[in-house]
């Protein structure tokens, strides 16, 4: 069953047909995978990002992704006082079938973020990321159809060069538009659009026998929006959603969660934890646990399958972690900023 799994996996991505990016449920949690426009979208100076993704571990870890970023402000002395301008880089790994795919890249944003008003608690921001991206598949833990015999999976196959793996790599271009907006410093509405693969690249893959012109990734648009308010003197409801096209593909994801400060008596240090859930309309359903301490915050959610793949899955989706950290020096003048 595990070699089956692996082959059907194999076709998806080396035929003409088109499979979705790697996206995370917590996407709110990483930002730069989810719009450029995000680049130094935050109330500090220097913020870090992590993600990590097992999804659908039962049906032989099917796909297990992990990311990293990191995105600061510059310009400080060179722009005005109400915009800000961030830059930033992010890597991406994406494990599929058990190991036999793996595809990274490293991408290289940047954002320049317009005061629309003089504080800047409104702005508009625009974004830009070059990427390089790489695929190898191992070929060396796959079966093919010419390879079934009587007696089982044996020989070699007529689909590859001799003794061959398959990789492709290639130069990839995002961006995307973002607006936000604060009436106070315990509110926020946002609103943006982001396109990745606008260069639309191509994926040859070398070890292959196939002599067409390879095969162009789709471009994915996807239309986000969220927004916070203070329901109390210490708990503010936060809600979010994306809208995400790619070739004959979509996903819808909506929710939020409520934020309550443990301490909010403590002028610094405070601590929240915040509870809520996500919905992948037609997918699944996606609690969320958090909790945020100081500059940190932590995130957990697992993916409770509810589509016709939970046979297979037996009801399990995915485990999701994610961690950011926020680096604000007290000299650093205040922003407000999306939060999820």
Known sequence: MKKLFKLLLLTILCSKLYAQDPHFSQFFSSPLTLNPAFTGKFDGAVRFSGNYRNQWPSINNAFITTTGSVDFHVGKKIIPNNDNWGVGAVFLSDNSAGGAVNYNYFSLSSAYHKGLDEDGFHQLSGGVQLTYANMYINTNVLNFEDQLHADGFSGTTNELLSGSNLSTNYLDLNAGLLYSGSTNDRNNFYGGVSVYHINKPTQKFSGSKDTSGGYS????????????????????????????????????????????????????????LYLGSWIRLKDAIIPYLGLEYNDVRLGITYDVNTSALKTASNGNGGIEISAMYIYRPSTDKPINCPKF
């Open 217 to 272: 990734l789709n471009p994915r648009a996807t239309i986000h929006a969220g927004t916070y308010f203070a329901v109390g003197p210490a708990a503010t409801l936060h809600f979010s959603g994306i809208q995400t096209f790619q070739g004959g593909a979509s996903e819808t994801v909506i929710g939020g969660a409520i934020q309550f400060i443990t301490n909010p008596e403590a002028e610094t240090k405070q601590t929240s």
